[in-house]
């Protein structure tokens, strides 16, 4: 059985990389007078590429070889380049301590070269940019591809990776729970030592939605019905719906219409 906090870790990486659109189009986005939501949480519905096209962001170079003239939140600017430069430095160090894949391997992490004669080259994996880094450290956070493989010759090549130490697990388990936090700073700055109710209701029951949460905790958002809500999320101690982030980014969001004339998007 693997240990929960493999699990715990793993679902970090993933929400790292889905609100890693929402935060790039936040870095874009000018901060706002106190508002709720923020600006910085509104910005990304509707943040796209030139005539209009959605944001790719698995295709964008990566914060630490693109040039940022004028960024328009440098707190948001901030907050990106810390979680790039942590998960690309967790990737290196997992890779470090458990990769065995051979050098041609497509599942292989290649270390930063500065020698290197071109900045692609030199930047090794890093220029695949963080979702490919976020997807590296989840498979060995899960001890994926751990066991030997079959060649087609009918033996047996050793595994491409060891199971991770104990040790580094839960050092990943840290900085991934330090970068959701950052994240959360960004993408919900109100919600983050607020507890206050919702202007929307429930989308099941419309019943009053409250959002809480402390410093060093991203927000949730808890239906006040109670058991007899019958929204398909988690339930507290005392029964009531709650939708842990990033679930409950959608209803942070519910209120806030789309600029005329442009619709909304999620990055």
Not at 89 to 110: E, V
Not at 149 to 175: I, N, Y
Not at 202 to 218: I, K, Q, T, Y
Request: net charge negative; hydrophobic share 45%; aromatic share 4%.
């Amino acid at each position: 059985m693997q240990h929960h906090v493999a699990h715990a870790t793993a679902a970090r990486l993933r929400t790292i990389r889905d609100q890693w659109g929402a935060l790039l189009a936040a870095v874009e986005t000018p901060p706002a007078p106190s508002t709720w939501p923020p600006a910085e949480t509104r910005a990304f519905l509707n943040t796209g590429a030139a005539d209009g096209e959605p944001l790719i962001v698995e295709d964008r170079a990566p914060l630490t070889l693109r040039q940022h003239p004028a960024p328009a939140d440098l707190g948001a600017l901030d907050v990106a380049l810390f979680v790039e430069g942590a998960v690309f430095d967790l990737a290196d160090t997992l890779a470090a301590a458990a990769q065995r894949a051979a050098c041609d391997d497509p599942r292989r992490w290649r270390f930063a070269d500065p020698g290197a004669p071109d900045a692609r080259t030199a930047a090794g994996s890093r220029v695949h940019g963080l979702h490919w880094a976020a997807a590296y450290a989840e498979g060995r956070v899960l001890n994926e591809d751990t066991a030997p493989e079959l060649r087609l010759d009918g033996s047996l090549t050793p595994a491409p990776f060891d199971p991770l130490p104990e040790k580094l697990l839960h050092q990943a388990a840290h900085v991934t729970r330090a970068c959701e936090q950052r994240i959360a700073r960004i993408l919900a700055a109100d919600a983050i030592t607020a507890s206050r109710a919702l202007p929307t209701p429930c989308p099941s029951c419309m019943g009053a939605l409250v959002v809480r949460a402390a410093p060093a905790d991203p927000p949730t958002v808890t239906c006040q019905t109670g058991e007899a809500c019958g929204a398909g999320t988690g339930r507290d101690t005392h029964g009531r719906c709650v939708w842990e982030w990033p679930a409950c980014l959608p209803l942070l969001l519910a209120a806030v219409p789309a600029e005329e004339g442009r619709p909304s998007r999620v990055a």
